[in-house]
């Protein structure tokens, strides 16, 4: 006889088994409690728009190749959202002038982009973005980064195996008006910055001059990419550092002139922090100033500096340095046993009367050994397992089993709650 055939997830989708979950749930919540310590507000937007959306912000690529994109039954090009900001956009330009500046908004929300899965990288992923908007000044872009650090320091990612480096657009273009790099040229030498870390010494300083750089541009823009004291040299990136000092994050935070943010909204302070731990630099969040926000939206103009970090790479590297939490199977450390039938509804109410007293349980769905019943407790990490049998009864108490010592007490039910959060409490 055959055996049935279990249909595969959609290719690049993510499925959440408890411990997965249990992965993701850790993330959300240190992305929250980040987020909220310096007053952000939560938000979210739709997770389908339409396609026109994303036409005037993001890029061709984006929109062309990697967007999930499809017809709807009344006619309209709409896609699973592949990034949030042109909706930040539209959801701040339709209230622009009831809403209350400096702004600050957070999301942790699911995305969809149709790219090659591979490590680090799916179809389907969760996104922490978060900005603030309204304020134009190297201050706002170190609160970003103090908040970022913020969310390292929680997840016990120390100095030395995550950093942020940061860099100013403005800066760049200066220094490029000294090396004669002509505007149009900018975004191909801004892209081949990007591309440096990646590439073998020689191989990039061949592709920078068969990309229409001279000899001595080159040599320039090697000298630029390397001057890590250049940062002294301009007021906003001064006044940053001065901040992030007062802020206290100082130590995860240095000037990097590679950092180019390829994007084109960028306009001014950018940053990326990097996992460190494995030798090999992996970008776990980036983000930076774009002062062109609403523009393209309809709305007046409005100053705004934020950054997004994915959850599988950040997944990926909590893992590898043992930073997440161990999995507990059940939220519930207390088992009430059934006896047997003539006992459920006691074991019920006993569990919803433990309930009451905000201790967490499960109550065992049906009459069974009571050996299979403390198995199936310890293999779900349950601490305690209570039983209800005709002695407990007509005395009043409850057998309390601590199924990490094996010591087995009686206890009377009207003392059972407090009992059992000391024990909890490991008292």
Same mark, same amino acid.
Do not use: C, H
């Given at each position: 006889?055959?055996?049935?055939?279990?249909?595969?997830?959609?290719?690049?989708?993510?499925?959440?088994?408890?411990?997965?979950?249990?992965?993701?749930?850790?993330?959300?919540?240190?992305?929250?409690?980040?987020?909220?310590?310096?007053?952000?507000?939560?938000?979210?937007?739709?997770?389908?728009?339409?396609?026109?959306?994303?036409?005037?912000?993001?890029?061709?690529?984006?929109?062309?190749?990697?967007?999930?994109?499809?017809?709807?039954?009344?006619?309209?090009?709409?896609?699973?959202?592949?990034?949030?900001?042109?909706?930040?956009?539209?959801?701040?330009?339709?209230?622009?002038?009831?809403?209350?500046?400096?702004?600050?908004?957070?999301?942790?929300?699911?995305?969809?982009?149709?790219?090659?899965?591979?490590?680090?990288?799916?179809?389907?992923?969760?996104?922490?973005?978060?900005?603030?908007?309204?304020?134009?000044?190297? #201050? @706002?872009?170190?609160?970003?980064?103090? &908040?970022?650090?913020?969310?390292?320091?929680?997840?016990?990612? !120390?100095?030395? +195996? *995550?950093?942020?480096?940061?860099?100013?657009?403005?800066?760049?273009?200066?220094?490029?008006?000294?090396?004669?790099?002509?505007?149009?040229?900018?975004?191909?030498?801004?892209?081949?910055?990007?591309?440096?870390?990646?590439?073998?010494?020689?191989?990039?300083?061949?592709?920078?001059?068969?990309?229409?750089?001279?000899?001595?541009?080159?040599?320039?823009?090697?000298?630029?990419?390397?001057?890590?004291?250049?940062?002294?040299?301009?007021?906003?990136?001064?006044?940053?550092?001065?901040?992030?000092?007062?802020?206290?994050?100082?130590?995860?935070?240095?000037?990097?002139?590679?950092?180019?943010?390829?994007?084109?909204?960028?306009?001014?302070?950018?940053? #990326? @922090?990097?996992?460190?731990?494995?030798? &090999?630099?992996?970008?776990?969040?980036?983000?930076?100033?774009? !002062?062109?926000? +609403? *523009?393209?939206?309809?709305?007046?103009?409005?100053?705004?500096?934020?950054?997004?970090?994915?959850?599988?790479?950040?997944?990926?590297?909590?893992?590898?340095?043992?930073?997440?939490?161990?999995?507990?199977?059940?939220?519930?450390?207390?088992?009430?046993?059934?006896?047997?039938?003539?006992?459920?509804?006691?074991?019920?109410?006993?569990?919803?009367?433990?309930?009451?007293?905000?201790?967490?349980?499960?109550?065992?769905?049906?009459?069974?050994?009571?050996?299979?019943?403390?198995?199936?407790?310890?293999?779900?990490?349950?601490?305690?397992?209570?039983?209800?049998?005709?002695?407990?009864?007509?005395?009043?108490?409850?057998?309390?089993?601590?199924?990490?010592?094996?010591?087995?007490?009686?206890?009377?039910?009207?003392?059972?709650?407090?009992?059992?959060?000391?024990?909890?409490?490991?008292?």
């Amino acid at each position: 006889m055959a055996k049935n055939i279990i249909v595969p997830s959609v290719k690049g989708t993510r499925e959440f088994y408890p411990e997965e979950m249990a992965r993701r749930n850790f993330i959300y919540e240190k992305v929250r409690e980040a987020s909220q310590s310096f007053g952000y507000q939560e938000w979210d937007a739709p997770f389908i728009e339409t396609l026109e959306l994303y036409a005037a912000k993001s890029g061709e690529e984006l929109v062309k190749e990697q967007a999930f994109t499809f017809t709807d039954r009344g006619g309209s090009e709409v896609t699973l959202r592949p990034e949030l900001t042109p909706s930040l956009a539209r959801m701040i330009a339709k209230k622009q002038r009831q809403l209350v500046y400096p702004l600050r908004w957070w999301s942790f929300g699911p995305f969809w982009r149709y790219e090659r899965p591979q490590k680090g990288r799916s179809r389907e992923f969760f996104q922490w973005n978060i900005d603030m908007l309204g304020p134009d000044s190297p #201050e @706002a872009d170190a609160e970003l980064i103090a &908040v970022a650090v913020k969310f390292m320091q929680s997840v016990g990612l !120390n100095p030395e +195996l *995550a950093r942020v480096y940061v860099n100013n657009r403005q800066l760049m273009d200066s220094e490029f008006d000294k090396l004669d790099i002509p505007t149009e040229s900018r975004l191909m030498v801004s892209n081949l910055v990007d591309r440096r870390s990646k590439m073998k010494a020689d191989a990039w300083a061949k592709t920078a001059l068969e990309a229409g750089l001279s000899q001595s541009q080159l040599d320039g823009l090697i000298a630029l990419l390397e001057n890590k004291e250049l940062w002294k040299e301009w007021d906003d990136l001064v006044r940053l550092f001065a901040a992030l000092d007062a802020l206290g994050v100082s130590e995860y935070v240095e000037f990097d002139p590679n950092i180019m943010r390829g994007l084109l909204y960028y306009t001014g302070t950018v940053f #990326e @922090a990097f996992d460190l731990s494995g030798g &090999v630099r992996r970008a776990l969040l980036g983000g930076g100033r774009y !002062n062109n926000l +609403l *523009a393209d939206v309809g709305g007046d103009p409005l100053s705004a500096v934020g950054f997004a970090m994915g959850d599988v790479v950040a997944g990926i590297v909590l893992d590898d340095n043992g930073l997440i939490p161990e999995f507990e199977p059940s939220p519930a450390p207390v088992l009430v046993t059934v006896f047997g039938k003539e006992f459920m509804t006691e074991s019920l109410a006993l569990s919803a009367e433990l309930r009451e007293s905000g201790i967490k349980v499960m109550s065992y769905p049906k009459a069974d050994k009571i050996g299979k019943q403390f198995k199936f407790a310890n293999k779900m990490g349950m601490k305690i397992a209570l039983i209800l049998g005709a002695d407990e009864v007509e005395s009043d108490q409850v057998a309390v089993k601590n199924l990490v010592s094996g010591e087995q007490v009686k206890v009377t039910r009207a003392n059972i709650s407090e009992k059992i959060k000391k024990m909890l409490a490991g008292d």
